[in-house]
């Protein structure tokens, strides 16, 4: 393969919802370009992107796959990206590295949530984007309809460049704008027969024609000068003008495709290389530390891995974008991440299962390596004389749990170890081993994300494995004073143990004072405040201790001990064993021996104290509740609200958003153990959500009442 230069290279993100097509499109553009000498299919198991055994046996695309292709004198780095929603983190690691976003519409199907969702990114991550309208050859394909939603969608910047004559079944003719030809395709597509465009279709395309000639103007006051004063532009000033309001996101074109018949493919990569940026003309990326870092392959070397993945008969393979530099097989390079050498002992071109060894790989360019020791997705590593350290890739929250269990028990080390592997290949798939809730918590973006880890760990790593409801991690709290003493005396010869705590237990609030005199049962407790703890509890939530002992009733240096007993029955509340949170203790009296006193005696009294005074202070569960925020079709609107107010979800506010309804709602996390697979059936499929903690809310008296007859039952079974 030719060495190309970062002005011949262009990375590509292929997106677009689920069943768009876009597997189908690579694989014509991999042939077109001479790359594979046969087209494969999803249904036949045999394309070059989708190639990984759970793909093959789900028929959908599960990671992102790199595919490059050597096009008019271009190198285009194309990523192609999973559709579903539940494999969002293959989008998301592709925009890190690319430059374009090239959309995917099915034209039988018109604009879906999956598209709104991929271009929603496309805009946090500021890329320029093009639409393609896939499917033409579908009976039911729709071109107008399809075009008129994407305006609705995203705006009168969504321009025509190329329309249909005759979509569906009998699809083979294109009118290009741009080059004002018809195309026209034999049964089996590739290249196209150039002719003249009919006379019917003359008015419409000057039409569009004239409205491209005043976009390209508006880029540049020169050209807009020219434009009005000659009513025309060049070639060359047309496509100047294009490629500065494509890269602003000031014009979103629109292509026409049949990637299952070859048709539109090459016209469409042709534009591809004139329109899309090359990584010379793009913004420099930056470091953690804001330095910009140029595309110079004559500067320091500098690789970002974007993405790991283990491979079918290859093992571990590491795909990299050289930031800076050029990279060399056998190079040295310091990983900026973990301190650790690496040696690139060999450079891959990719083209999905295809690679290709290759001795070098310039700045800007793509391309992967194998057997790595200590690099995982997300390090940077460099050549000694370079310090450029690029953050690692930030994922959208999880939105689906399970609690994962091995069938043997005894596999439970290989399970984590497998866990964590397959974390690296999706970082999305978060694993949290919960000490509170003594289970393994695997976290993903929905239901076939996680089917697709089980089936995996199953048949390509033989681990069986259960999945369960996770526990729900609840906190306790108190919502009134109480007051309660506890004296520990133990002799068993020798010195004893002795050790006496008075306290007064209270929700603990921000700005809240505290009082001078406590009332309990007709006394009064006067309090003088000596000393203030504010302890910071890690599942959230304060612990505030103060120390009101007059007279050396306790000695100081037994507090900690109390802290600690304290601190025991924080971390297992009494009413359902969770953690407890934003209390405030008063410690302000008890009792000590000059002999048998001593630190355990002290964390014992302090420890039932506290659970004493805890019991009696009015003590509640909070539940965590999540912000929920849906995109709906409007016709589906009823039904997710009727099925959210069935999960004890309050509705916080709705708009409508490009053609669907945005919902937002706060819903316990209690509640939201199936809704990934609940929504997908009440909409068709059709809606998306996201899931973001909130706060800790009191749980209402009948769910209170229900958790604390379970925990009783739960603890009769231990004992």
């Known amino acids: 393969m030719k060495l190309y230069q970062a002005n011949e290279i262009k ?47 789900y028929g959908y695309s599960v990671f992102s796959t790199v595919c490059n292709v050597e096009f008019a004198n271009h190198k285009l780095n194309f990523i192609d990206c999973p559709g579903s929603d539940d494999f969002i983190g293959g989008t998301v690691t592709s925009l890190n590295v690319t430059d374009t976003a090239l959309v995917v519409v099915a034209a039988n199907n018109g604009v879906e949530v999956g598209t709104q969702n991929h271009f929603r990114y496309t805009e946090k991550y500021n890329k320029p984007v093009a639409f393609v309208v896939n499917k033409l050859d579908h009976e039911n394909a729709n071109f107008e309809h399809t075009v008129e939603q994407l305006k609705e969608s995203f705006g009168n910047k969504v321009v025509v460049i190329q329309y249909p004559l005759n979509a569906g079944n009998g699809f083979n003719q294109v009118i290009d704008v741009l080059a004002m030809k018809m195309y026209q395709w034999k049964p089996e597509g590739g290249a196209p027969e150039l002719l003249p465009i009919p006379a019917a279709e003359e008015n419409k395309v000057e039409e569009l024609r004239a409205a491209l000639f005043e976009m390209a103007a508006e880029a540049d006051e020169a050209l807009m000068e020219k434009f009005f ?44 290389g004139i329109i899309a940026p090359a990584v010379s003309e793009v913004e420099a990326p930056k470091t953690l530390d804001g330095t910009p870092v140029p595309c110079d392959a004559k500067a320091p070397a500098s690789i970002f891995i974007f993405k790991t993945s283990v491979e079918p008969h290859i093992g571990e393979v590491n795909y990299f974008k050289v930031m800076s530099g050029t990279i060399h097989t056998s190079d040295d390079l310091v990983n900026m991440d973990r301190g650790s050498k690496e040696r690139i002992s060999q450079i891959y071109t990719v083209a999905g299962s295809n690679r290709q060894p290759i001795d070098e790989v310039v700045a800007g360019d793509i391309a ?102 996770p526990k729900i991690p609840y906190r306790e709290t108190i919502t009134k004073s109480a007051r ?58 304060k612990l505030v201790l103060i120390n009101s002992i007059v007279g050396g009733a306790i000695d100081a240096r037994f507090i900690p001990a109390i802290l600690k007993g304290i601190m025991d029955r924080i971390e297992q509340g009494p009413l359902t064993g969770s953690y407890a949170r934003d209390v405030r203790v008063i410690i302000y009296d008890g009792k000590m021996h000059p002999v048998d006193s001593n630190e355990i005696s002290f964390r014992l009294a302090g420890r039932n104290a506290f659970a004493e005074a805890f019991r009696n202070a009015g003590p509640k569960i909070l539940e965590p509740i ?15 609200m009727s099925d959210l107010q069935g999960r004890r979800g309050m509705i916080m506010g709705m708009h409508s958003e490009k053609g669907f309804e945005h919902l937002t709602a706060q819903v316990p996390l209690k509640e939201l153990s199936t809704y990934s697979t609940t929504l997908s059936s009440l909409t068709g499929g059709r809606a998306s959500f996201t899931l973001k903690f909130n706060s800790y809310q009191l749980v209402p008296q009948d769910v209170q009442d229900k958790l604390l007859k379970e925990y009783a039952e739960s603890q009769k079974e231990e004992e």
């Open 11 to 57: 990375n590509i993100s292929l997106m677009g919802g689920a069943g768009a097509g876009k597997t189908t499109l690579i694989e014509s553009m991999l042939f077109e370009s001479g790359v594979i000498k046969r087209r494969g299919t999803v249904e036949a198991q045999n394309t070059v992107s989708d190639y990984f055994p759970v793909e093959k046996e």
């Open 229 to 272: 004063e000659a009513e025309s532009l060049s070639e060359e000033e047309i496509v100047f003008g294009l490629r500065k309001v494509f890269a602003q996101r000031d014009m979103f074109p629109v292509l026409c495709t049949s990637g299952l018949k070859d048709m539109g493919v090459r016209k469409m990569m042709e534009f591809l």
């Open 368 to 469: 992967a390596t194998v057997k790595m020791k200590d690099s995982r997705t997300g390090n940077t590593l460099n050549t000694k004389d370079c310090d450029y350290h690029f953050g690692s890739i930030k994922y959208p929250d999880p939105k689906f749990r399970r609690a994962i269990r091995p069938v043997t028990e005894s596999d439970s080390e290989k399970l984590s170890t497998l866990l964590t592997r397959m974390h690296e290949e999706d970082p999305t798939w978060v694993i949290e081993q919960s000490k509170e809730l003594r289970q393994t918590i695997v976290h993903g973006q929905g239901e076939f994300h996680l089917r697709t880890l089980k089936w995996r760990l199953e048949n390509n790593d033989k681990m069986m494995i259960n999945f369960e409801e």
């Open 484 to 541: 309660a003493d506890y004296r520990h005396k133990k002799q068993s010869g020798g010195s004893g143990q002795f050790g006496e705590v008075h306290l007064i237990v209270e929700p603990y609030e921000e700005g809240v004072p505290v009082k001078e005199v406590y009332k309990f049962g007709g006394q009064e407790y006067k309090i003088s405040v000596r000393d203030t703890q504010e302890i910071p509890l890690e599942w959230g939530g």
């Open 626 to 640: 999540y912000d929920v925020e849906i995109f709906v079709p409007s016709d589906k609107m009823g039904d997710v």
